[in-house]
């Protein structure tokens, strides 16, 4: 058993649920593995600055409803409690793609790989006149795949006796969610807090938790959501008063049953990897910290070696590595002090024009442009090994992909279809003239246009967000490649 922690709409408080759960766990030295569905970078990370542990991203559009139970199973197994973390409101989710005839009749199928998308983990489900599943990769639908009970965290700042019509609309509204209580928050007084007792009592359901309204408790945000962990300092101030917080908010003795996982006796020992090992330089700092830990673990279990460095700090890249892989992250934000490494930069680009493989995500597609212009209208100097620049905007592009590889390249093979994710405030003044994706809408044929660098050949420098859990051919061939450098220098 587990418990998912989810919103009756996004801005509700589940972030701040979460981490006071969390935080009131690690305080009784409970070991607790988090997970957080959708695609999201930067929750994941506040989690496992209070776990300790990763935090695992469960999304069956960028992997699979088989990857989503597997993966639960695999890491909720080695600890002693399991948490998910929702995404936006409850039911938000997005249509699925098309459904076949067969599968409208329930016809299984092995996996997305062998069709548009595999629901027989998912029966029953709604439809709309297009025979799409409405709530695709919503809470709900990781509640149902992985039979999960549900808190319902409520913002109560604006209500008091509709309070009931919420819960009892959301309870009712799917009957194969199980609403295992609620979780009142921004709760103002005593007297508020009791009209919204009287108003929940018809209904039987548990109050999990009462957060009255924190002044005190607070994560700043910026352009894409919270400020990520390695900006703020006073951080552990904010987790100790969260798991204060914690010991008094939560009816502890029905949570904690609630959130008991299953461990393994014998947890299973991780697969041996090969013994050609490379080494792959992968940036991580304030600048460059959007990376999927299934997508670092994968490489490893490859033969990679992972050798961790910041464009931000650091004189010089990793000595004797054969692979680079920038993720996204906040380039923009310290452009100034990116364009002032000199040495690193120009380090970065003579790689790279010597055939080192290099996979450049979003920030990190930023960071080998020409400049980054960002939101004063400042430009500053970037690696310059795509003849581009990144001009931020307030413009947010946002949503699923669907991206069919135009041409072989560092990842894919001509015509392959991945499933990715865009999240960024910034666009190009020149688009590729050989781009390395057609992209389009995941749950519609809304073509979304050609995007990706792929020249030089051994770069692959994309906005699109890739998680590698069902797609392993993709680090494989990027460490093929590394290797072959490695042969080369050899």
Known sequence: MALVIAGERSGVGKTTVTLTLLASLRRRDRLVQSFKVGPDYID?????????????????????????????????QLSEYALVEGVMGLFDGISSLVISPTLREGVRVASRREAPMSFANDQGQRTNDKGQISDFASTAHIARLLDLPVVLVIDCSRLSGSVAAIAHGYRSFDPRIKIAGVVLNRVGSDRHLSLLKDSLEPLQLPILGVLRRQDNITIPDRHLGLVPTAELPELNALINRLADLGDTCFDWQ????????????????????????????????????FYYQDN?????????????????????????????????????????????????????????????????????????????????????????????????????????????????????????????HEFHRSHLTLTPTQPLFETSRYDCDENMGCEGWGLPANVHASYVHLHWGESREIPQQFLQECRKLASIET
């Open 296 to 420: 670092l673990d994968l490489l490893q279990q490859l033969g990679a070696e992972l050798v961790f460095w910041s464009p931000l700090e650091d004189a010089a890249i990793p000595k004797d590595v054969q692979g680079m892989y920038f993720g996204g992250g906040f380039p923009e934000v310290f452009a100034q002090q990116l364009a002032e490494n000199t040495n690193v930069r120009d380090a970065v680009k003579t790689a790279i024009l010597q055939g080192m493989p290099t996979i450049a995500e979003c920030g990190g597609l930023m960071y080998l442009s020409e400049q980054i212009i960002d939101f004063e209208g400042k430009s500053w100097s970037m690696a310059g090994v795509l003849p581009t620049s990144a001009v931020m905007g307030g413009r947010l592009t946002l949503g699923y992909r669907r991206a069919v590889a135009l041409q072989n390249n560092l990842l894919v093979k001509a015509n392959t279809t991945v499933y990715g």
């Open 254 to 289: 029905h949570l904690l049953p609630l959130l008991k996982s299953k461990p393994l006796p014998h947890p299973p020992h991780p697969p041996h990897p090969p013994s050609s090992t490379v080494k792959i330089a992968v940036a991580r700092d304030r600048a460059f910290n």
């Open 44 to 76: 994941p990370m506040f989690h496992q600055h209070v776990t300790g542990r990763p935090c695992r991203n469960l999304d069956p559009v960028l992997t699979s409803e088989d990857y989503v139970q597997q993966c639960f199973v695999r890491h909720s």
